[in-house]
């Protein structure tokens, strides 16, 4: 079984190693979306793969960090790209979040991009 639950934050960050003409160089901002994907079998008694309050608790701390932040600033993300905010929350929930399988970080509807550890 495959449980996804979601959360947004806002954001500023630039993009320092794309050249000066792309405009992801100069400071902007998003509304980011995060997606986690957790898969294990369901608990007969409980009946969660993972109880949803526990995933929440488990990224409070991570969205501390990223909320209303500029992503540059934030240690290890000098270079906030989707692909490497991806990576960065995988590496702080995947240590409590056993089940984890996939962290997915949207810029926008539409594109984002997604990490399964790999």
Avoid at 10 to 28: D, G, I, W
Avoid at 53 to 80: C, G, I, S, W, Y
Wanted: with cysteine; proline share 7%.
């Amino acid at each position: 079984m495959k449980i996804v639950q979601g959360f947004t934050f806002e954001a500023a960050h630039r993009l320092p190693n794309v050249p000066s003409t792309h405009r992801c160089h100069r400071m902007h901002g998003h509304s980011y979306r995060v997606e986690l994907t957790l898969q294990g079998p369901v608990d007969p008694v409980t009946g969660f793969v993972v109880d949803f309050f526990d995933v929440e608790a488990a990224f409070e701390p991570v969205l501390r960090q990223l909320d209303h932040h500029t992503l540059n600033e934030v240690k290890d993300l000098e270079n906030p790209t989707a692909e490497l905010i991806s990576v960065w929350i995988w590496d702080r929930l995947k240590p409590g979040l056993g089940n984890l399988t996939q962290v997915k970080v949207f810029e926008t509807p539409f594109c984002w991009a997604e990490y399964d550890g790999s």
